[in-house]
C-alpha cells in the first residue's frame, strides 16, 4: 500500500529551527510537495522536490532522500504566523497526489 | 473571480438530500481535482478530470458523481447524502500533464455536515 508517515504535532519557539521529518512508500514517484495550511484555511503551495539534495526558498528549505524515501522541511527564524499544519505529499506513479495527514507546528512565544 | 472559487462556504444537509458542490476556476488549468480533509486523516481524492470532458475516481469516489463540461467547472454531487459524508471539501486545480507536474492551487473549501 501506498504510506505517507508524518509527526502529528510539534512545538517550537519563536526565533527558532525547527525540521519537520515525512517519509513515503509509495507506488512510483513523480516528486514531493510541500503545503502549509492555517487552521480553518486552504492548502497553500511550500516546495517541490524531484531530485535528491536540498532546495533552499527563503526561511524555508526542503530536503528529499529518494533513496530513503525521506524528505524534510525546514523552517528558520520562527514566526508567530508559522503557526500551521504543515502537509507532506508524494506525487505517484500515475500522477495522482498521496497525501500525509500533516504536522501541527505551534509556536511559543 | 481570482483563482479557484468554491461554493457554498457551508452547509448543513439533511440525511438522504442530494447536494451540489460548485467549483469555478479561473486559470485555464486542464486538471480538477476535489478532495475531503477529514481529521487526523491526510486530503483524500474523490474524483479528478485531467481535462474538460473526462473524470476518473480517485480513493474515495463512493457516493460522490463529478462532471467536467468546461474548463472552468467542476461540481462534486451527492445524489443521496449520509453522515459519513460530513468533511471538508477542497477543489483544487492545476496546469499539470502526465511528464509535467505543477502545483495544486486549492479554493477555500466548502464544510458540509450530514445530519
Known amino acids: 500500500g501506498q504510506n505517507i508517515d508524518q509527526p502529528t504535532e510539534m512545538t517550537a519557539t519563536e526565533g527558532a529551527i525547527v525540521q519537520i521529518n515525512c517519509t513515503y512508500q509509495?507506488?512510483?514517484?513523480?516528486?514531493l510537495f510541500w503545503y502549509q495550511q492555517h487552521a480553518g484555511e486552504a492548502p497553500t503551495f511550500l516546495s517541490y522536490?524531484?531530485l535528491d539534495g536540498l532546495e533552499e526558498k527563503g526561511r524555508f528549505s526542503s530536503f528529499l532522500s529518494r533513496s530513503k524515501g525521506y524528505s524534510y522541511l525546514l523552517l528558520k527564524e520562527l514566526q508567530m504566523k508559522d503557526s500551521a499544519s504543515y502537509l507532506c505529499a508524494v506525487m505517484d506513479s500515475n500522477y495522482q497526489l498521496i497525501w500525509g495527514a500533516g504536522t501541527k507546528l505551534i509556536i511559543k512565544p | 473571480i481570482a483563482g479557484i472559487t468554491q461554493a457554498p462556504t457551508s452547509q448543513i444537509l439533511a440525511a438522504g438530500r442530494r447536494m451540489t458542490l460548485r467549483c469555478t476556476q479561473d486559470m485555464r488549468h486542464n486538471a480538477m481535482y476535489w478532495y475531503r480533509q477529514d481529521l487526523g486523516l491526510g486530503l483524500r481524492l474523490i474524483h479528478y478530470?485531467?481535462?474538460?470532458?473526462?473524470?476518473g475516481k480517485g480513493e474515495v469516489p463512493d457516493g460522490y458523481s463529478v462532471s467536467r463540461a468546461n474548463t472552468d467547472d467542476f461540481p462534486l454531487t451527492l445524489a443521496s447524502a449520509v453522515p459519513s459524508q460530513t468533511s471538508v471539501y477542497f477543489c483544487a486545480s492545476s496546469d499539470s500533464t502526465r511528464g509535467s507536474v505543477n502545483e495544486q492551487f486549492f479554493g477555500p473549501g466548502t464544510r458540509l455536515t450530514v445530519l
Open positions: 509509495t507506488s512510483g514517484f513523480n516528486g
Open positions: 522536490n524531484v
Open positions: 478530470s485531467n481535462t474538460a470532458g473526462t473524470t
